[in-house]
């Protein structure tokens, strides 16, 4: 067995007061989770009652203080949906994942709070050549009007005084199946169940995550003083249809569930994206080095770990 070291586990050494911003989603459901389980407070107000897209610097700045920090995980995540509005400046997808940011970083420069920006492997270009790809890169993000959106935001925070940290993650995928936003292991948990066939992309090198673990890693790095880019997946690099199948293996063979194996195919990348609706980038497996230098290994872990974890989490909530 692999040896670890876990630097830093805490996540944070004092109680400072944090503001989570989109805590309803697929990431932010599961880092409030993880902040209550803490035993520590957290703000985590509705889409309603803290609207990046609507609110004013002066309200937003009104909002946050007294908070030390804010993290934010609001966006418009459908990447074909982002692509309706593609060269809306005044639309939503600007207006919240851009302008919003922009707010909000403004208003956390005022207010000495450090802001935790969640960004998307999508501000890369995917190219095979740089894959698994680090934070030094350039980001050249394929032209979709989301991977747009996201990385005039990163631009944004970097050029700002203010303390901040761009958490890039992708492809999380988690177990609450109340949560709106859908991920790749749900929808073929759930297409398997229908008896519907799910295509899987078997050539496209990526690192998915475990929303619980993206949510310990994110709070690491709230806790950090290391203002930078951080690049938060597994240290696994595979493809949707392996990672897909190691899931459904675990939930068949250590919780006894019935998978139809004839109903998963694999598909290649050229071929999804000749029904998808926005460009997307193809190989953008991240390389986590620099979050495991800083906070030791075990946080983010090997994919197996995460995916025998989810399978029996499933199984739990199958049984209730
Ligand atoms: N999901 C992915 O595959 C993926 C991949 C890479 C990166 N990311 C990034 O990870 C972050 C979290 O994504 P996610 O998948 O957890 O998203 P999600 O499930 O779609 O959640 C987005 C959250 O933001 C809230 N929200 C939307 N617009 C808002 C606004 N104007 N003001 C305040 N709150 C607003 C939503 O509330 P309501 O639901 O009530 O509207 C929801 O709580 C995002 O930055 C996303 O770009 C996601």
Redo the contacts with the bound molecule.
């Keep these: 067995m692999q040896e670890r070291t876990i630097k830093e586990n805490k996540e944070f050494e004092s109680s400072p007061k944090l503001l989570v ?8 459901g599961a880092l409030v989770s993880r902040i209550s389980e803490n035993g520590q407070l957290v703000l985590a107000p ?3 009652e ?5 609110l004013s610097i002066g309200e937003i700045a009104k909002k946050i203080n007294g908070t030390d920090v804010v993290i934010n ?6 990447v074909d949906v982002c692509e309706k509005e593609k060269g809306d400046f005044g639309g939503m997808v600007w ?3 851009v302008v ?1 940011v922009e707010k909000l970083a403004k208003a956390c420069l005022a207010g000495d709070a450090t802001l935790v920006h ?5 501000v890369l270009s995917g190219s095979e050549q740089l894959c698994p790809h680090k934070e030094t890169e350039k980001i050249d993000p394929i032209t979709s009007w989301y991977a747009k959106s ?1 990385a005039e935001a990163e631009k944004i925070l970097l050029s700002s005084r203010v303390k901040a940290h761009i958490v ?5 995928f988690g177990d609450d199946f109340n ?3 859908r ?1 790749f292991l749900r929808n073929v948990y759930e297409a398997n169940r229908l008896g519907k066939k799910f295509f899987a992309i078997a050539d496209q090198k990526l690192t998915p995550g475990y929303v619980k673990d993206y949510a310990k890693a994110i709070l690491a790095i709230a806790g950090s003083q290391h203002y930078g880019i951080w690049h938060v997946a597994t240290p696994t690099v595979t493809t949707i249809y392996d990672a897909v199948c190691l899931g459904l293996k675990y939930l068949e063979q250590n919780h006894h569930q019935i998978i139809d194996w004839n109903l998963i195919k694999a598909t290649t990348f050229d071929e999804f994206m000749s029904h998808a609706g926005a460009p997307r980038p193809k190989d953008t497996a991240f390389d986590v080095s620099k979050f495991e230098r800083h906070f030791g290994q075990g946080i983010l872990r090997p994919l197996p770990e995460m995916l025998a974890d989810w399978a029996a989490n499933i199984a739990l909530y199958e049984q209730i």
Excluded at 50 to 54: L, M, R, S, T, Y
Excluded at 73 to 78: P, R, V, W
Excluded at 118 to 122: F, G, K, Q, T, V
Aim: cysteine-free; overall charge positive; aromatic content about 4%.
């Design positions: 911003i989109g805590g309803s989603g697929l990431v932010g509705t889409h309603q803290f609207d990046i897209a609507e995980l609001a966006a418009q995540t459908e207006k919240t994942n919003g969640i960004s998307s492997d999508y996201k890039r993650v992708q492809r999380p949560i709106k936003r991920d």
